[in-house]
């Protein structure tokens, strides 16, 4: 089994809000991230798929697919967007970092093909990130 | 207490993507501009990952003198500023950082011994890496 992970950047802005808790809960629990004219993060992505060699190829994954992918569902979604209110499923969901990676991590999923995805890993910053593995 | 140490090394050399069981054409569908008959290079970056008990003695789980020696003769002498389709190990087989990744921990898992071999990372440009860990599942 081989592991092999790609990695892109993109730049979003968002804020955290509940709706269902007051203004002064959501700035208790959001802090500066409540700011409602929100605020943005240079985000890294690292995506891992795992597999065995193919023989034939010496590939796990052909890494023009995974680029592809990335580009399709990551780079062309969420670059330079307001994900609160450009993405869809950050209309009654908090963007925050974890669901974040859990949304792309959907995404990638649906366009993998004979892929098997490992793990997203997605920074909000280069000394903050989050990982998904799926439902396990 | 078990503890995992990574070391990270650099070596530069050159490959071409070309399988002899594919036709011409087969080939450049496969590894478009890699299967350049001219070949071209990366800088890689390994990241070799040991892990072992960390010793009562010493506070370490393993010399590291010991690692940089096993790798610099076993890997870096081998393969930096090399074109890696000319060398023996790669006979019959794709240069890629799949193929390579395993063949680093395969030569370390057989050459060092001072701690277990947990993990090898193969960096081929800041945007691909490949990881192989002999079969453990891995985090």
Known sequence: MVYLTRKCEFSASHYYHNPSFSPEDNLRLFGKCNNPNGHGHNYTLEVTVKGEIDPHTGYVVDLKVVKELLNREVMDVFDHRFLNKEIPEFADKIPTTENLAISIWKRLQRGMGTACLHRVRLYEAPDLFVDYYGEQ | ?139
């Open chain 2, 1 to 139: 207490m078990k503890a995992y140490l990574t070391r990270r090394y650099r070596f530069c050399a050159a490959h071409r993507l070309h399988s002899e069981a594919m036709s011409e054409a087969e080939n450049l569908a496969t590894y478009g501009k890699c299967n350049n008959p001219h070949g071209h290079g990366h800088n890689y970056l390994l990241e070799v990952t040991v892990g072992g008990q960390v010793d009562g003695q010493t506070g370490m789980v393993c010399n590291l003198v010991e690692l940089d020696d096993v790798v610099g003769r076993e890997i870096l002498s081998r393969y930096d500023h090399e074109n890696l389709n000319t060398l023996p190990d790669f006979s019959g087989k794709v240069t890629t950082s799949e193929v390579l990744a395993e063949q680093i921990f395969n030569i370390l898992r057989r050459e060092f011994h001072a701690a277990h071999l947990e993990r090898v990372k193969l960096e081929e440009t800041s945007l691909n890496s490949f990881e192989y860990t002999g079969g453990a599942e891995m985090r």
